[in-house]
């Protein structure tokens, strides 16, 4: 059946072999009936961001660089002239959303003895001077000390990479518009502290900083729209290994808010990384936060790879950020956030636990981070089972990149 995924994989297909030929330009001539799930503004965009992901290549690290791509220009023609100004729109947008997801995949992709804390930093600064709109503040562990991070701080203390605290700031609204936030984990590299993790597929946790990444991605695509609104990123950037000075289990915490945490599974780190960034994001007077973070294999467990999970006690902030997934193509699936899970967290020695039981792990992390966000909206998305690919394919796959674009472009009113 011709559907919009079907439409895409075509493209993807046509565009890996025009790769493999001597054409330097290509016409694609979009369908007169837009195949189901697509409209004519859906159909361009699609066509372009699939078109240049499928054009994207990891080469940084290896010594011999493949050929460039035959095809430098991709032409769209459309049998409607009266559709010529939406579909240049839906073309902007589309290379917007496709750098951001590019440069995503690549932070994502590159090794963690590159991909350090002070990397991420260094690139948030480098796109501060692409983008002069873009405000750049990096906060040192003596900062969040003097703040009282302990949470956070907590996670890096096993390491020898200094964790920094990325703090990105873009006022294209109106003065006073409180922001949207977005926050997202920065785990560079978790190869699970004291609980150490099984050595299989260790190196897959360099992806667990795709929350990270994907918030520059987003960010960047709002900067090269000059997107009309009040948009902050926050980047909590460690490490988690094991050292004399890690996390053990046991141990009992501070976080900024004041609470208390009692280490179970010094593997549970993201939570309490990204705990202190959730409380530092109070001094916005947030419209919205949204934390994007690989946050758990039970959450990949229980969806795969097609749907990052959703965790929100906003029902209309839920609504939207499903209907940006449903219309970028990128979706979401909410899962419950009761009261009755909160228990699971419950300790005998501080405020709570790090972790809950086995069951539900996903669902006890999100009531974990809930516990830092009630001054305002907020919404969790774990990404555990979206942020990469493994196998043949293994590398990073950018998302949630479009997703978040697509809501910030419904929220700017540029949709």
Known sequence: KYDRNNHNNAIAAA?????????GDALCALPASAPKGLDLYLAVRDTVTTALDKSYRYERTKSEKKPPNSL????????DEEGTSLAKQALRHGQAIAQGVALAKELGDLPGNICTPAYLADQALALAKVFPALRVKILEEADMAKLGMGALLSVSSGSRQPAKLIVMEYRGGKKGVKPVVLVGKGLTFD?????????????????DMCGGASVLG??????ELKLPLNLIGVVPASENLPDGDANKPGDI??????????????????????????????????????????????????????????FTADEELAAEILAAGDRSGDRAWR????????????????????????EGGAITAA??????????????LDI??????????????????????????ARSGEA
């Not at 430098?72 to 049998?79: F, G, M, Q, V």
């Not at 974990?368 to 009630?374: D, I, M, Q, W």
């Not at 555990?384 to 472009?409: I, M």
Request: with cysteine; glycine share 8%; net charge positive.
């Open 335 to 358: 899962l419950p956030l009761w009261e009755e899970y909160q228990s699971l967290l419950d300790s005998n020695f501080a405020d709570m636990a790090n972790i809950g039981t086995r």
């Open 15 to 23: 565009i890996a072999r025009l790769n493999e030929t001597r054409a």
């Open 218 to 223: 987003a960010l960047r695509a709002a900067l």
């Open 253 to 310: 915490v501070t976080s900024l808010s004041g609470q208390t945490i009692e280490i179970l599974n010094t593997d549970a780190e993201g939570r309490l990384i990204l705990c202190d960034s959730l409380t530092y994001c109070e001094r916005f007077a947030p419209a919205a936060v949204i934390d994007i973070a690989t946050l758990t294999g039970a959450c990949a467990i229980a969806l795969g790879r097609f749907p990052s999970g959703l």
């Open 72 to 79: 430098k220009r991709l032409y769209l023609w459309i049998a």
């Open 191 to 207: 190869a699970g502290g004291i609980s150490l993790k099984p050595g299989p597929d260790m190196d897959l946790m360099k992806y």
């Open 367 to 380: 009531c974990f981070l809930s516990r830092y966000t009630k001054k305002y909206p907020w919404a969790h």
């Open 384 to 409: 555990a089972g979206t942020a990469w690919l493994s196998g043949k394919e293994k590398g990073g796959t950018g998302r949630p990149v479009a997703l978040l674009v697509q809501f910030l472009l």
